[in-house]
C-alpha cells in the first residue's frame, strides 16, 4: 500500500549515554568515562544547594499554612523548583547526553484561591523537589565512591614511582622500610609492589563501571521525577489527537462545501437557466427547442441528484444505518477489487456507538482505496473482531508494501496520517506493517463504547 506521504521520514539519532562511546580504548582511557566522573562532580557542586531549595520549600509552606496568604510563597517555591528540574535536565543532556521529555508546561489559574491551588498543587515542581532529596544521597555516595576508587587505582599504579619518598618506618622485627604499610606488612618489595599495581590496574577498570552505575542511577531518578508522567504523556497525546480530529472534521466540511458550491451549485444554475430559456421558446412557439431544453435540464438534474448522494454519502453512508456488518458488505461489493470481509460473532451486539462505526466503516474504505489505488493489489481481506470491549480491524492486501505513515511539515494531515488520527481521537491504536515487496497489513482497535 504505497502512499504519497510513504517515503521513510527523517528519525533524529537516539543520543547516547555518554560521549566518546564509540573509542576502541580501554574503558579507564575513553573520554565518557571521564565526562561521567567529571559530571558527579557538578553533580556534587549542586546537591546541597538543590537539598537546601528542597527543604526550605516543605518547611516555608508548612510554617505559613497559618497566615493563607503567606502560602502563596511556598507555592512559590514549590512551582519555582521547575527550574531545578530544566537544569539538572539540561546538565544531563550536556554531559552524558541523556534527553529527558519536559513536563507539561506550568498555567497559573485566575483568582486568589485558585491561584493559590495552581502553586501548591503542581505535580511538577513536587517531583522536582523529591527529586532533589533523593538526588543528594546519590550525589554523594556517587562521588566519594567514584573519587576513592580512581585516586587509589592511580596511587596503585603509579606506586613504583613514588614509594620511595615515604618515610621510614620500622617494623616489629627491628627492621625498617620504605613504603606502603598494611598492619606489619609493608609493600617495599618488588612482588609485593607489581601486586601493588594488579590491584591498581583492577581498580582502574572497575572505577568506569561504579561511575556508570551512579550516573545511570541518577538519569532513572531523573527520568522517573523530572520527565511528564504517563498520565500527562497521555494528556498530550489525545490533545494532540482532538486537534488532528479537528483539523480532519474542518478539511471535510471544507471539501463538501467546495463540491455543494462547485458541482451541484453550478448545475443547478445551469436547470434553472435552462428551465427559463424553455419557457421563453414555449411563450414564443418553438415547443421543439423548449423540449430539447427540457431534455437537457432533466439530465442535469438526474447529474446533480446523483452528486447529492455523493455527498450525503461522505458524510454519512447510509448502509451505516443497517450496522458496520451491512455497511463493510456492501463497501466491498463497490471495491475496484475483490475485498473478502469476515466479520466475527457478536461484533454488533450490542450496537456500536455511531462514532466507533463510522471511524471502522471510513478506516476499512480509505485502506481499501489505497490498496487498489496506489499498491497495485490484487485483492483485499478484512477481518472484523470484537473481543473485551475492543474492536479489532484487520486490513490485508497482497500488493508492493512500502507504505508509511508520514505527515508533512506543514502539519497537514491526510491518508494513513489522517487514520492514525482519526483513531487515536478515540483512544484507539493504529499499527502498520508494510515490508516492500508486500504485503501490507493494517490492525486497528478502537473502544466499543455502546449507546446508552
Known amino acids: 500500500m ?28 575513553r573520554a565518557r568515562s571521564w565526562t561521567e566522573y567529571g559530571y558527579l562532580w557538578l ?19 508548612a510554617g505559613l499554612a497559618v497566615t493563607v496568604a503567606g502560602l502563596w510563597a511556598g507555592g512559590g517555591l514549590i512551582a519555582g523548583a521547575r527550574g531545578w528540574g ?32 495552581s502553586l501548591l498543587g503542581d505535580p511538577t515542581g513536587w517531583r522536582a523537589l ?38 621510614a618506618q620500622q617494623a616489629a622485627d627491628g627492621s625498617w622500610h620504605r613504603g606502603a604499610m598494611f598492619g606489619d606488612w609493608f609493600v617495599d618489595t618488588p612482588p609485593r609492589i607489581a601486586g601493588a599495581v594488579a590491584a591498581g590496574v583492577v581498580l582502574l577498570f572497575v572505577w568506569p563501571l561504579l561511575t556508570r552505575l551512579f550516573t545511570t542511577l541518577m538519569h532513572l531518578l531523573a ?66 427547442a423548449a423540449s430539447g431544453l427540457l431534455d437537457t435540464a432533466h439530465a442535469s438534474a438526474l447529474e446533480t441528484l446523483a452528486e447529492l448522494r455523493e455527498i450525503a454519502r461522505g458524510i454519512h453512508p447510509a448502509a ?11 463497501l466491498a461489493a463497490r471495491a475496484p477489487l475483490p475485498v473478502v470481509v469476515e466479520i466475527g460473532p457478536g461484533v454488533e451486539q450490542p450496537r456500536l456507538a455511531p462514532a466507533v462505526e463510522s471511524i471502522a466503516y471510513y478506516t476499512v474504505a480509505e485502506l481499501v482505496t489505497n ?37 508533512d511539515g506543514a502539519g497537514q494531515r491526510t491518508g494513513l496520517a489522517g487514520l492514525t488520527e482519526r483513531v487515536r481521537a478515540v483512544d484507539g491504536t493504529f499499527e502498520l506493517a508494510s515490508p516492500v515487496g508486500g504485503p501490507t497489513v493494517v490492525t486497528v482497535t478502537l473502544p466499543t463504547s455502546t449507546r446508552p
Open 320 to 330: 451505516l444505518d443497517s450496522g458496520l456488518e451491512v455497511a463493510l458488505r456492501t
Open 43 to 61: 553533580l556534587l557542586l549542586l546537591a546541597p544547594f538543590g537539598l537546601a531549595y528542597a527543604v526550605l520549600a516543605v518547611a516555608l509552606t
Open 86 to 117: 530544566a537544569l539538572h535536565r539540561g546538565l544531563l543532556r550536556q554531559t552524558l547526553h541523556a534527553e529527558i521529555a519536559e513536563p507539561p508546561p506550568f498555567h497559573l489559574r485566575s483568582g486568589f484561591w485558585r491561584g493559590m491551588g
Open 223 to 288: 527520568q522517573a521525577l523530572l520527565g511528564p508522567t504517563r498520565a500527562s504523556l497521555r494528556v498530550a497525546e489525545l490533545r494532540a489527537s482532538r486537534a488532528g480530529a479537528v483539523e480532519d472534521a474542518d478539511a471535510r466540511l471544507r471539501r463538501i462545501e467546495r463540491d455543494l458550491h462547485d458541482g451541484t451549485q453550478a448545475r443547478l444554475v445551469a436547470v434553472a437557466m435552462q428551465v427559463d430559456e424553455a419557457r421563453e421558446h414555449l411563450a414564443d412557439g418553438e415547443t421543439a
Open 371 to 407: 490498496a487498489a489505488k496506489y499498491a497495485a493489489a490484487d485483492g483485499v481481506a478484512v477481518r472484523v473482531e470484537r473481543e473485551d470491549g475492543v474492536l479489532r480491524l484487520q486490513v490485508r492486501d497482497d500488493g508492493r508494501g512500502g507504505a508509511r505513515v508520514v505527515t
Open 2 to 29: 504505497t502512499l504519497p506521504e510513504s517515503a521513510p521520514s527523517a528519525q533524529p539519532p537516539t543520543p547516547s549515554h555518554g560521549a566518546g562511546g564509540g573509542s576502541p580504548a580501554p574503558v579507564p582511557f
Open 130 to 167: 523529591l527529586f532533589l532529596l533523593a538526588s543528594f544521597p546519590v550525589a554523594l555516595a556517587g562521588f566519594v565512591v567514584s573519587t576513592v576508587f580512581v585516586s587509589t587505582a592511580l596511587a596503585a599504579v603509579t606506586y613504583p614511582a613514588w614509594y620511595r619518598w615515604l618515610p
